[in-house]
């Protein structure tokens, strides 16, 4: 199964459009762009798997396997980039400003609950990320 993460850098944050067969899902918030440096920037452009985790803390998300020189990224719910994410991504159902958002828990909830109903039994899912640079 495959997913695609359009975004747009920003000084202060990443915003983009989470897609499933040309079907938009959610948006998208994460921290801006810092080359990679663990806690302060968004991943690179690239494709990952994902595997749906559970954890008290975070209840269902994502874990992003495989991201160079970076461990523990993950699909999980916040609101604002600058002041609950260190490097994660966050889906939102809708966007109020750069790396700002609101119903995280929802858009996650829908995304699990879409890749659930569209994975075939043992598939891998992938997530390609693609910034404003690159064609879709």
């Not at 975004?7 to 040309?22: A, D, I, K, Q, V």
């Not at 690179?44 to 595997?51: A, I, Q, R, S």
Request: glycine share 10%; hydrophobic share 40%; proline share 4%.
């Amino acid at each position: 199964m495959d997913l695609f993460l359009h975004r747009t850098h920003y000084r202060t944050g990443t915003n983009g459009g989470l897609f499933h067969r040309n079907r938009f899902l959610c948006f998208s918030i994460e921290l801006p762009w810092h080359v990679n440096q663990h806690n302060i920037s968004c991943i690179p452009d690239g494709t990952y798997e994902l595997e749906i985790f559970y954890s008290i803390q975070f209840k269902h998300h994502l874990l992003v396997k495989g991201v160079p020189q970076r461990s523990g990224i993950l699909i999980l719910p916040a609101n604002d980039v600058l002041n609950e994410l260190g490097g994660c991504i966050a889906p939102v159902s809708q966007l109020t400003g750069i790396g700002k958002g609101l119903g995280s828990r929802k858009a996650l909830d829908l995304l699990i609950l879409r890749i659930e109903a569209f994975r075939e039994p043992g598939e891998a899912v992938f997530l390609t990320i693609c910034s404003e640079h690159c064609g879709r």
